[in-house]
């Protein structure tokens, strides 16, 4: 019995490789379906040494989990099936720009640019299958740039440090008339 979605109740899930592999042991996967992405769980029901049932669970991989992706790494995400945008965390028209342009790109990183700005994107495969989903990982290109100029100021702040150090060390040292301390 297939309680949820109805692309779950049409779909030939004893076809899924998790599923075959879910008899032996708790497994998971990403599923694809036609409106959504699912992280799915399965675990064999055993009764003697027979599985007579699985138990299945799946989330949907969208907005909220990618916008928790978004606020803990700084990054904006995107799932997309083939060319659609199944779901994203984009705030503003620029990130769905620059998602679209994410959806033509083969699997890697690269840089890209849109009207707005310029930012590094990783695209990766959900899953192993052909027509499984894809994630798009968004970077502004100037958020590295301002990282960048904090770490030189960090870099510089030992030695400014060291030199008022050495400076009050030498104001503060006693001094005798006519000589040396």
């Known amino acids: 019995?297939?309680?949820?979605?109805?692309?779950?109740?049409?779909?030939?899930?004893?076809?899924?490789?998790?599923?075959?592999?879910?008899?032996?042991?708790?497994?998971?996967?990403?599923?694809?379906?036609?409106?959504?992405?699912?992280?799915?769980?399965?675990?064999?029901?055993?009764?003697?040494?027979?599985?007579?049932?699985?138990?299945?669970?799946?989330?949907?991989?969208?907005?909220?989990?990618?916008?928790?992706?978004?606020?803990?790494?700084?990054v904006a995400g995107a799932v997309f099936v083939g060319d659609k945008i199944t779901a994203s965390n984009a705030q503003t028209p620029d990130l769905d720009d620059?998602?679209?342009?994410?959806?033509?790109?083969?699997?890697?990183?690269?840089?890209?640019?849109?009207?707005q700005g310029q930012y590094l994107v990783r695209v990766a495969r959900a899953s192993d299958a052909a027509t499984g989903a894809r994630v798009a990982w968004l970077v502004p290109l100037h958020q590295h740039a301002e990282r960048a100029r904090a770490l030189r100021l960090l870099l510089w702040c030992p030695l400014l440090l060291g030199a008022v150090m050495f400076l009050l060390l030498m104001l503060n040292l006693p001094r005798t008339p006519g000589g040396r301390a």
């Open 98 to 115: 620059a998602f679209r342009i994410a959806t033509r790109l083969v699997d890697g990183t690269q840089e890209i640019a849109t009207a």
């Open 1 to 74: 019995m297939v309680s949820g979605t109805a692309a779950l109740r049409d779909a030939d899930l004893g076809a899924s490789q998790a599923v075959k592999e879910a008899y032996l042991r708790p497994t998971s996967d990403v599923w694809t379906l036609p409106d959504q992405v699912q992280v799915i769980a399965l675990a064999p029901i055993r009764s003697r040494d027979q599985v007579p049932a699985l138990l299945v669970k799946g989330m949907p991989l969208g907005k909220p989990q990618l916008t928790t992706v978004e606020r803990t790494l700084g």
